[in-house]
């Protein structure tokens, strides 16, 4: 039976124009996709539509179905996403899904911003390459971050770009880099393990919040020189199709262009720093009045708050509830890190205490890339 609860249209004001936010890879729990295909049979067409297309680009042989972990069995997402690139893959997968089921809830984008992986999903939902192709590219990004960036790793730091340097700095390991800036005082650091858990320890002894994030390889590093000019020669005969909505890229500081090598602008994520608050803020300058989380959870959406005074957000998508976890939650938050299903748009909150997976803490509800604490 449709969801009473999901109208999404109805909360926004005539004169509202959207921006969807498309998050780094693994930066929610288990998403609570059977909830989204309830809300109504056009979203329901949308989900299994966009677990068709996606499931159509992965390799015939080592995959799960797509629509038995998401959508028909979701308890065996969980041990299905310990296999390697099967949460990336269902990342992108939930992400292109609820921006269809916006869609046909009457909500339609004017703005995409892409975080890392999540730019991906931000170009195939704004046309420029179709759901299948999209997911062909994301089995190569992960097939080449998986070869060429292990040995590393990303951590979240709860401070901004120049206090993330000085820890950098206080541990003596210059090969730990900036990697992402996803709020004012929320920065990503990326290196080799060693390295980087010295950068953690750092940080912890100066008196900042520090996880290690649930990511198995260096990303936004540039040690990775080399890989993405591979990525690029795996992915660049998809064709590139016109723009439908305006993307804001964080790593190219601006909006993306037709006559962009729209190619070349994926592989630059993978050596290039992205720089999240810089595209919020230029898309709600550009006329953006309400922040949508394309995908489970919240993180982009709080991001957004931090970034932009009195920022309204929906947040379509939750996650599932994991087994046996409660967790303490801050007021209007659920035990799993994210604002209750119903997508109103809401004031400024505090950051949730609670991560994706219920583990306390509230730096981790700020990653976007790879956002669960290992």
Request: net charge negative.
């Amino acid at each position: 039976m449709p969801s009473s609860e999901f109208r999404p249209a109805e909360e926004l004001k005539p004169d509202d124009t959207c921006a969807f936010l498309f998050a780094g890879t693994g930066s929610a729990g288990a998403p609570d996709l059977p909830a989204l295909a309830r809300t109504g049979p056009g979203a329901a067409r949308a989900v299994a539509d966009v677990l068709d297309a996606v499931q159509e680009g992965l390799p015939p042989a080592g995959w799960p179905s797509l629509r038995t972990i998401l959508l028909d069995d979701p308890a065996a997402y969980r041990p299905a996403a310990r296999a390697p690139g099967v949460a990336q893959l269902a990342s992108y997968a939930v992400a292109v899904a609820v921006d269809r089921a916006l869609r046909a809830h009457g909500v339609h984008p004017a703005f995409a911003v892409g975080q890392s992986f999540g730019e991906i999903a931000a170009l195939v939902c704004a046309g420029a390459f179709t759901v299948t192709d999209g997911a062909r590219m994301a089995v190569s990004a992960v097939d080449v971050l998986a070869r060429r960036g292990r040995g590393g790793g990303m951590g979240l730091l709860e401070a901004g770009e120049d206090d993330a340097r000085a820890c950098v700095a206080a541990a003596g390991e210059p090969d730990v880099v900036v990697a992402c800036l996803n709020a004012p005082s929320a920065t990503v650091v990326s290196g080799p393990d060693g390295p980087l858990d010295a950068v953690l320890a750092a940080a912890r002894g100066r008196g900042v919040g520090a996880v290690r994030l649930a990511v198995p390889y260096l990303s936004h590093h540039p040690a990775l020189a080399g890989a993405d000019d591979e990525w690029y020669a795996m992915i660049r005969p998809f064709p590139q199709r016109p723009l439908e909505v305006a993307v804001h890229s964080p790593v190219r500081g601006r909006a993306y262009r037709d006559d962009d090598d729209l190619h070349r602008a994926l592989a630059d994520c993978i050596v290039e720093p992205v720089r999240l608050p810089d595209a919020l803020r230029a898309v709600h300058a550009a006329g953006a009045t309400v922040f949508a989380e394309a995908g489970a959870g919240a993180a982009l959406c709080q991001c957004a708050r931090l970034c932009v005074p009195g920022a309204r957000t929906l947040t379509p998508l939750r996650d599932r509830p994991r087994p046996g976890v409660t967790g303490k939650a801050a007021p209007g938050v659920t035990a799993g890190g994210v604002p209750p299903v119903t997508p109103k748009p809401v004031t400024p909150e505090p950051p949730p205490d609670a991560d994706p997976d219920g583990a306390r803490g509230s730096v981790s509800g700020l990653a976007g890339e790879g956002g669960g604490r290992r």
